[in-house]
């Protein structure tokens, strides 16, 4: 955290996605909504100076900070890029990992987003994301009395459910989503005395490797998944 350049945690965020990715040496990462490039950073120092790390995102602003702070800490291995997750300006099966910390759950269209994710993603790469799911229906005095700043992020969350079925949609398998209970610790400041945490909470889709406290799921895209991130020219994959 400390190598992380000053400016890029925004404090936006409700997981660790690259922690929960386990990110390999030599893989191209591709980061949803990057903001001031602070996942964007952790995951170029896992996957080192053989892999690559592009951060999008729909703000000039955005892109513009995340570039001076990667100059700012010498990330060579990085790359915003101003775009849509509903567009990504990354070329078709060029992505080993999509990694996502809070932001799907702000687009109006998600099955595009996931649409997207599997266009980019190489046979057998995988989607490690933290995002907000709902639990229950927000009763209508919660709908109607939203904090303005929490509002998209607590009326775009969808159900397991929901994200189950839109991945399958894209053509994901072998998807699991699991609930972070503790994160309902800090959703409760959210909206102060609303119960909010009651109706939401954070979860994760990610690839389930050994045992975790906290929720973990993934959605992988078919095909042969790299076991170890292959030297350069060679095309070391098993099934």
């Avoid at 790390?53 to 000039?60: E, L, R």
């Avoid at 266009?119 to 229906?137: K, Q």
């Avoid at 303005?148 to 699991?176: N, P, R």
């Avoid at 909010?196 to 095909?223: C, M, Q, W």
Wanted: net charge negative; with cysteine.
């Amino acid at each position: 955290m400390a190598a992380v350049p000053d400016g890029a945690n925004l404090g936006l965020g409700c997981g660790n996605p690259q922690a929960i990715a386990e990110l390999k040496p030599g893989e191209v990462v591709l980061d949803l909504g990057s903001g001031g490039g602070f996942d964007c950073f952790l995951a170029a120092r896992q996957v080192g100076e053989t892999g690559y790390v592009i951060g999008v995102d729909m703000t000039p602003e955005m892109v513009s900070r995340a570039r001076d702070n990667a100059a700012k800490g010498g990330y060579t291995n990085t790359d915003f890029r101003l775009g849509e997750i509903e567009h990504l300006p990354v070329a078709d099966q060029s992505v080993d990992v999509i990694i996502s910390n809070c932001v799907i759950n702000l687009s109006p269209d998600k099955q595009q987003v996931f649409n997207e994710a599997f266009r980019v993603l190489r046979p057998g790469g995988r989607l490690a994301v933290s995002d907000v799911v709902a639990t229950a229906d927000l009763p209508a005095d919660i709908q109607n009395d939203l904090d303005v700043y929490y509002s998209g992020c607590i009326s775009g969350a969808s159900s397991i459910d929901e994200l189950k079925t839109m991945l399958a949609q894209s053509g994901f398998k072998d998807i699991v989503v699991e609930l972070k209970e503790e994160s309902r610790l800090f959703i409760k400041d959210w909206v102060p005395g609303s119960k909010i945490e009651d109706y939401i909470t954070s979860a994760v889709i990610n690839k389930p490797l050994g045992i975790h406290n906290s929720a973990s799921a993934l959605a992988f895209r078919p095909g042969s998944f790299i076991v170890s991130p292959p030297k350069r020219g060679a095309n070391k994959l098993s099934s």
